[in-house]
């Protein structure tokens, strides 16, 4: 069964600091997505990587997929209010089309 | 314009009873998912169907039958709720069943079986 563990689950954090929440696997995906839930709404995609070590870049946020595609990183500068919500890393198996989701990481920045 | 939309987005109800999710999407995508949230905000797949064929089926119970009368309709029948189906489902679609492909999801619908 393949598992996507993500961390931290919990992030608290002032308006203005960095952080960065980490997907990690044991088995290879195809492909790596990103998604960003808001209370009532369903996930919205951020972004998909699909090479080993590929970088993406949106705005402040930056996203990377481990060379083996095993993992991946979402990293925010400068942290806003507007930032707070559930993030979800989310990897696409090999067998394709199916997404299995990591826990999720509830991300809270204080004015 | 909504891309994928869901109905009801609130369901409460008593055990034993049948209930119906429908979701439309028209984004033109071939394939569409149900997904089930639970209270830890952990989604997991439960059906996946490409132009209307099921593709995936995740162990889910015989009560769940998912139905696509077309490709941009996907509906969630549940009979003989139990008090374990209280999870939020939701509905997405993509553009294919593999590739990198973003999934659009509906806003959900918080089904409360009391």
């Known amino acids: 069964t393949q598992l996507l563990e993500q961390s931290p689950q919990f992030l608290s954090i002032q308006e203005g600091e960095n952080l960065t929440v980490y997907c990690n696997s044991s088995?290879?995906?195809?492909?790596l997505q990103w998604y960003r839930q808001e209370p009532g709404e369903g996930p919205v995609l951020l972004v998909t990587v699909v090479t080993g070590g590929e970088v993406k870049k949106l705005k402040r946020l930056t996203f990377q997929f481990g060379d083996a595609r095993k993992d991946s990183s979402l990293h925010i500068t400068a942290a806003q209010p507007g930032d707070t919500g559930l993030y979800l890393c989310a990897g696409e198996n090999n067998q394709g089309g199916k997404l299995i989701f990591g826990q999720g990481t509830e991300l809270s920045v204080k004015p | 314009d909504t891309a994928v939309s869901q109905t009801p987005k609130y369901l409460v109800t008593q055990m034993g009873n049948d209930k119906s999710i429908k979701c439309e999407q028209n984004l033109g995508h071939d394939t569409m998912y149900w997904y089930k949230q639970d209270s830890k905000k952990f989604l997991k797949i439960m059906f996946s169907?490409?132009?209307?064929?099921?593709?995936i089926n995740e162990t889910v119970p015989n009560r769940f039958s998912p139905k696509s009368p077309d490709k941009a309709h996907l509906n969630l029948h549940i009979n003989s709720l139990e008090l374990g189906d209280s999870a939020v489902y939701f509905c997405?679609?993509?553009?294919?069943?593999?590739?990198?492909?973003?999934?659009?999801f509906g806003s959900g619908t918080r089904l409360t079986v009391v």
């Open positions: 997405a679609s993509s553009q294919l069943t593999a590739g990198g492909y973003g999934y659009t």
């Open positions: 088995s290879v995906f195809s492909s």
């Open positions: 169907y490409n132009n209307k064929e099921l593709i």
